[in-house]
């Protein structure tokens, strides 16, 4: 089993930066791919980033969400098992939930239902 715990969320402005941190404990030997969720009250979870890495511990690649892109940052520190996600530029439709979440292997696509293991969460409000 892989354990994941996020932080880092919190209330900021309008055109405001956060850093989400996602620590990974447990089998982390066993995972490939590290990814962040969102979910909006009323709204289902989004993907918004993931990161994928080869056997040997190199970053592959990484996958962000249009709305997203230019805005956030994924990135992974291999020796702290943990992944972040930068976010500037921040907009109050960014206001949710977000979730880290990992699994064993990239597909080349990121559903939710592909992910195996997931944090409880982290509130990020961004306020006008």
């Known amino acids: 089993q892989v354990q994941l715990v996020e932080s880092g969320g919190g209330l900021v402005q309008a055109g405001g930066s956060l850093r989400l941190s996602c620590a990974a404990s447990?089998?982390?030997?066993?995972?490939?791919?590290m990814g962040w969720f969102r979910q909006a009250p009323g709204k289902e979870r989004e993907f918004v980033a993931s990161i994928n890495w080869s056997w040997s511990g190199a970053s592959v690649s990484t996958d962000y969400e249009d709305s997203v892109r230019g805005r956030f940052t994924i990135s992974r520190d291999s020796a702290k098992n943990t992944a972040y996600l930068q976010m500037n530029g921040l907009k109050p439709e960014d206001t949710a939930v977000y979730y880290c979440?990992?699994?064993?292997?990239?597909?080349?696509?990121?559903?939710?239902?592909?992910?195996?293991?997931w944090g409880q969460g982290t509130q990020v409000t961004v306020s006008p």
């Open positions: 979440a990992a699994r064993p292997y990239y597909s080349g696509t990121n559903s939710a239902h592909e992910y195996n293991y």
């Open positions: 447990g089998r982390t030997f066993s995972i490939r791919v």
